[in-house]
């Protein structure tokens, strides 16, 4: 927590489920989410789960830390949307559809031949939209990230990523998506990346 304080950090998202083959990909979620509550309650109030727009108020005006939890790919939920309600229940916030390559969803920012998201990632964005979650296209392909413009009717995130138009990058998001994200995006998020 000291580097916490050290760089003026209040609220930081963590990343609790990651790229993954499907083989496990729910069980190494399920055990990272159940992990992150622990921490959280071993830490008592000097670290508070972000759930909500209040808890993160509540965060600030206490001066404490808060955490929202967060997944870089949706291969955890494999085809059960009942997934994500569990997933909910136990404290994730924010689902970043992709992670680079093809799930079910749609494709990632990495793959040879990009399309959108799937008839089952559409159904991903409603849900996500049903439980008050935030829908996160920062690795995933240009085209998903504007299927998810389409199909959200909740605001989306660019948690981190580039501009293409300063330099290319194969996460970096074109000036178009940009654009069209700007109308629903809550935040989008800047990320270095070495090399660039």
């Known amino acids: 927590m000291g580097i916490w304080e050290e760089a003026g950090?209040?609220?930081?998202?963590?990343?609790?489920?990651?790229?993954?083959?499907?083989?496990?990909?729910?069980?190494?979620?399920?055990?990272?989410?159940m992990q992150g509550r622990g921490t959280i309650d071993a830490l008592g109030e000097d670290l508070r789960l972000?759930?909500?727009?209040?808890?993160?108020?509540?965060?600030?005006?206490?001066?404490?830390?808060?955490?929202?939890?967060d997944f870089q790919d949706t291969t955890s939920i494999g085809g059960d949307l009942?997934?994500?309600?569990?997933?909910?229940?136990?404290?994730?916030r924010i689902v970043q559809l992709t992670y680079n390559l093809r799930?079910?969803?749609?494709?990632?920012?990495?793959e040879r031949y990009k399309t959108g998201l799937t008839y089952?990632?559409?159904?991903?964005?409603?849900?996500?939209?049903?439980l008050n979650m935030?829908?996160?296209?920062?690795?995933?392909?240009?085209?998903?990230?504007?299927?998810?413009?389409?199909?959200s009717k909740s605001p989306i995130m660019v948690t981190h990523s580039t501009?293409?138009?300063?330099?290319?990058?194969?996460?970096?998001?074109?000036?178009?998506?940009?654009?069209?994200v700007a109308d629903k995006v809550v935040f989008l998020g800047v990320a270095a990346i070495a090399g660039l």
């Open 134 to 151: 935030v829908v996160d296209v920062s690795h995933c392909s240009q085209q998903v990230g504007g299927d998810a413009i389409k199909f």
């Open 82 to 92: 009942n997934r994500l309600d569990m997933f909910h229940n136990m404290g994730l």
């Open 163 to 180: 501009s293409n138009a300063v330099c290319y990058h194969d996460r970096g998001k074109d000036d178009d998506l940009a654009k069209a």
């Open 103 to 110: 799930n079910l969803v749609g494709d990632g920012c990495t």
């Open 120 to 130: 089952f990632g559409i159904e991903v964005v409603e849900r996500l939209n049903e």
């Open 9 to 33: 950090v209040n609220v930081a998202s963590v990343t609790y489920a990651g790229p993954h083959s499907p083989d496990g990909a729910f069980e190494t979620a399920t055990r990272s989410l």
């Open 50 to 69: 972000v759930l909500n727009a209040d808890d993160l108020e509540r965060v600030y005006k206490d001066n404490v830390k808060g955490v929202i939890f």
